[in-house]
Every structure is written in structure tokens, then in C-alpha cells.
């Protein structure tokens, strides 16, 4: 995987899912970062990453409308969402949009590599 991109209205989560990353085997891949889902629609078509990590709630453009908005584009990225939105409901919303995973808070290096299969 060469390029992330990261999208958290929250510099220190950000900060911390960065350093998982890293520790879960992600040491040589670029992380772009957005801090909402406008900042991230327009990273992805600058940045072209393989993979999406996205918080639920922002503001401007939270989450789901992040993921809707790729998905009408015909974007297909691997897509997770990294939240603290866990109830059974969310992850369910989140994979009928079209997410691969929703990874809830809090987070460690192996909870990233279940949740991208490289356990």
C-alpha cells in the first residue's frame, strides 16, 4: 500500500492513528490528512490513495456524506471508518455505503491489522 489518506477533524487522533499505522507495518506508506470530508474529496482526486480512513462525525462534510459523495463519483477505495460510533446500526450504515470496516475507538496497531487483514 503506498498512500493513506486520513480524514479527522481531530489533530491528535489523527496524530495517534498515524503512529498505529506505523506500528501495525504501515512504516513506508505516505498519509495524506484531511480534516473533513471536503478537505478529503479534494485530497483524493489530488492524492489518488489506496486506502480512506474517515471519523464519522465532522463538520463540514461528516463522514457518511464523505463516503456517499465518493461512491456516487464512482470511487471505489477501500474505505473504513474509524469512530467511536460502535452500536450495530452505525456498522451497518457504514457497510451498506459502501465501507469495508468500521474500526471503533479506541484503537491499537492490531486492531488496524484485523481490520485490513493483514493479522
Not at 495524506?32 to 479534494?42: D, I, K
Not at 456516487?72 to 452505525?90: H, K, L, Q, R, V
Request: hydrophobic share 40%.
Amino acid at each position: 500500500m503506498d498512500k493513506i489518506l486520513l480524514v479527522d477533524d481531530s489533530k491528535t487522533i489523527r496524530m495517534l492513528v498515524k503512529r498505529n499505522l506505523r506500528q501495525a507495518g504501515f512504516e513506508e506508506t505516505e498519509i495524506v490528512e484531511a480534516e473533513n470530508g471536503l478537505e478529503g474529496l479534494a485530497a483524493v482526486k489530488e492524492h489518488s490513495p489506496d486506502l480512506i480512513l474517515s471519523d464519522w462525525n465532522m463538520p463540514e462534510m461528516n463522514g457518511m456524506e464523505f463516503l456517499q459523495a465518493l461512491r456516487a463519483e464512482g470511487n471505489d477505495t477501500t474505505f473504513g471508518f474509524i469512530t467511536s460510533e460502535s452500536t450495530p446500526t452505525y456498522k451497518e450504515q457504514a457497510l451498506a455505503a459502501g465501507a469495508s470496516f468500521l474500526l471503533t475507538k479506541p484503537f491499537n496497531p492490531d486492531s488496524f491489522r484485523q481490520a485490513l487483514g493483514i493479522a
